[in-house]
């Protein structure tokens, strides 16, 4: 993605929630995590999680073999 395709998503704030996403998603797939596996978790544990272990909730921070991506 880039700068210039966020100028089409409607306003600035759709923009930023869009790149916000987009770097949730990639960042899991850099840590070898199944982005919509660990996206329904983390949406899942979010209602009963305490604010201040947000930290917890990060692709990095999830157990061994826990949504990790099968290689095809």
């Known amino acids: 993605m880039g700068r210039k ?3 089409f998503m ?3 704030s759709a923009g930023r929630a869009a790149a ?7 960042t899991a797939r850099l840590n ?4 919509q596996a660990w996206l329904a978790q983390v ?6 999680h305490k604010i ?3 930290d917890e909730l990060l692709p990095w921070k999830s157990a ?9």
């Open 5 to 7: 395709n966020y100028l």
């Open 10 to 12: 409607g306003s600035a």
């Open 20 to 26: 916000i996403a987009y770097t949730l998603i990639e």
């Open 32 to 35: 070898d995590v199944d982005p």
């Open 43 to 48: 949406l899942e544990r979010i209602p009963d």
């Open 52 to 54: 201040n272990r947000v």
């Open 64 to 72: 061994p073999g826990e949504n990790r991506e099968v290689d095809a």
